[in-house]
Nanobody, 126 residues
């Protein structure tokens, strides 16, 4: 059974940084598409970053472009999300998702991914 586990959530002051990690277990092949989503209270879940593993090309939502960086981790089927210059509006539960292909880009729905994590809370205070 494939499981995705996010880590690194917590509280941070506005302007600060936080790094999230996602590790997939139970899958011996390569998950070619790994992505991060977030869901703020009362809002829909949105895709914020996606990494196409074979090329290493990242894609970002406009709301995080220039502040967030998605990268492949050192371990197999791991991905990180470096978040800089955080603002209170970045407060959300952040989720990791993975699949074998990246159709749809960052607009692809969370539930369309084959594997999905349980989320980690990030709270940014002003």
């Amino acid at each position: 059974q494939v499981q995705l586990v996010e880590s690194g959530g917590g509280s941070v002051q506005a302007g600060g940084s936080r790094t999230l990690s996602c590790a997939a277990s139970g899958y011996t092949g390569t998950l070619y598409c790994m992505a991060w989503f977030r869901q703020a209270p009362g809002q829909e879940r949105e895709g914020v970053a996606l990494l196409y593993i074979p090329t290493g090309v990242p894609y970002y939502a406009d709301s995080v472009k220039g502040r967030f960086t998605i990268s492949r981790g050192n371990a197999h089927n791991t991905v990180s999300l470096q978040m800089n210059n955080l603002a209170p509006e970045d407060t959300a539960v952040y989720y990791c998702a993975a699949s074998l292909e990246c159709s749809g880009g960052v607009r692809r729905a969370f539930n369309d991914y084959s594997y999905r994590g349980q989320g980690t809370q990030v709270t940014v205070s002003s």
